[in-house]
Nanobody, 126 residues
Framework: QVQLVESGGGLVQAGGSLRLSCAAS????????MGWFRQAPGKERDFVAV????????YYGDSVKGRFTISRDNAKNTVFLLMNSLKPEDTAVYYC???????????????????WGQGTQVTVSS
C-alpha cells in the first residue's frame, strides 16, 4: 500500500485558484499512476484527473478540462492538482489515489485505485 496525505484545500471565491498536493510514501512512487477524485455530499465519488506512472500522459474529467492541471514530481513523491477558474459546483472533498502501473488505458474508475488519502475539503463560494 501507498500512504497518501493531501493538503492545500480551503475556502476560495468563485473564479479563484487553489493548488492541492498529495505526498506519497511507502512504495516506489514512479510505479504508480496518480489520480484525483472528488465527492460532494450525497453524491458519488467522481473522477477528476490522472497522471500516468511514466509521467507522460494525463487525462481529465469533462467538468474540469481546461481549468484543472495535474502534475507530479517523482523526485519529491508528490502529485499536484492546480485548480483555476473555480466554480461553486467544484465544492467537494478531494481525494488523492494511487493505481499500480499498467500498460494501456489510464485508470479512471475508483475501483482501479488501491490506495487513497484521507481527503481535503475544497469550498468555492459564489
Amino acid at each position: 500500500q501507498v500512504q497518501l496525505v493531501e493538503s492545500g484545500g480551503g475556502l476560495v471565491q468563485a473564479g479563484g485558484s487553489l493548488r492541492l498536493s498529495c505526498a506519497a510514501s511507502g512504495r516506489t512512487f514512479s510505479d504508480y499512476s496518480m489520480g484525483w477524485f472528488r465527492q460532494a455530499p450525497g453524491k458519488e465519488r467522481d473522477f477528476v484527473a490522472v497522471a500516468s506512472w511514466t509521467n507522460l500522459r494525463t487525462y481529465y474529467g469533462d467538468s474540469v478540462k481546461g481549468r484543472f492541471t495535474i502534475s507530479r514530481d517523482n523526485a519529491k513523491n508528490t502529485v499536484f492538482l492546480l485548480m483555476n477558474s473555480l466554480k461553486p459546483e467544484d465544492t467537494a472533498v478531494y481525494y488523492c489515489a494511487a493505481a499500480f502501473k499498467r500498460v494501456g488505458v489510464l485508470p479512471t474508475a475508483p475501483t482501479e485505485f488501491g490506495s487513497w488519502g484521507q481527503g481535503t475539503q475544497v469550498t468555492v463560494s459564489s
